[in-house]
T-cell receptor, first 113, second 115 residues
Framework: AQSVTQPDIHITVSEGASLELRCNYS??????LFWYVQSPGQGLQLLLK??????LVQGIKGFEAEFKRSQSSFNLRKPSVHWSDAAEYFC???????????FGTGTRLKVLA | EAGVAQSPRYKIIEKRQSVAFWCNPI?????LYWYQQILGQGPKLLIQ????????DSQLPKDRFSAERLKGVDSTLKIQPAKLEDSAVYLC?????????????FGPGTRLTVL
């Protein structure tokens, strides 16, 4: 069965520090992987996605993610966090014959000034 | 380009009442999705339309939830009667096609509180 695990419910970092949000998935075939961000009262916005090819994917707002097949992971990173990055981040997996996304439970990021 | 529009943004009802949410997808997007996002959880797909046909409604509680997409454009999600556990944000999303690789564009959601 498809599943997505985001082990960290909350993460707090200082502004300017680096960030890594973890995402692990379980899927029977090569997945399509996504990271979304949700600011308070807003819908989800796509940060980046991975389908195939280069395993390091660049996204918007300075985010990147690396697909590691051997670890079934797709962790999101940012070298220097800004206060405006405070939000909730969702990892999602899709593709194959189901054509539907499965979302993780989210990681809420707090940024300290 | 206009995004996905949803209304109302907030709704408070009592249990056993009915409620309806409206969604207008991005123009030209064939696929429309309704998600339920309970506080502290990720969005859960309720129903997916391809044009005006249902592709997946396996997680839609059909005894109380219904949805339609008239003329393959706007969509309405209805709950009748509502239960306390229906309190959640209902997100609408649309995409150009229906493949699992297609980017979904989300509306701002409707926050439902059932008292």
């Amino acid at each position: 069965a498809q599943s997505v695990t985001q082990p960290d419910i909350h993460i707090t970092v200082s502004e300017g520090a680096s960030l890594e949000l973890r995402c692990n998935y379980s899927y029977g075939a090569t997945p399509y992987l996504f990271w979304y961000v949700q600011s308070p009262g807003q819908g989800l916005q796509l940060l980046l996605k991975y389908f195939s090819g280069d395993t390091l994917v660049q996204g918007i707002k300075g985010f990147e993610a690396e697909f590691k097949r051997s670890q079934s992971s797709f962790n999101l990173r940012k070298p220097s966090v800004h206060w405006s990055d405070a939000a909730e981040y969702f990892c999602a997996v899709g593709g194959g014959g189901t054509y539907k996304y499965i979302f993780g439970t989210g990681t809420r990021l707090k940024v300290l000034a | 380009e206009a995004g996905v529009a949803q209304s109302p943004r907030y709704k408070i009802i009592e249990k056993r009442q009915s409620v309806a949410f409206w969604c207008n997808p991005i123009s030209g997007h064939a696929t429309l999705y309704w998600y339920q996002q309970i506080l502290g959880q990720g969005p859960k797909l309720l129903i997916q339309f391809q044009n005006n046909g249902v592709v997946d409604d396996s997680q839609l509680p059909k005894d109380r939830f219904s949805a339609e997409r008239l003329k393959g454009v706007d969509s309405t999600l209805k709950i009748q009667p509502a239960k306390l556990e229906d309190s959640a944000v209902y997100l609408c999303a649309s995409s150009l096609a229906s493949g699992g690789s297609d980017t979904q564009y989300f509306g701002p959601g409707t926050r439902l509180t059932v008292l």
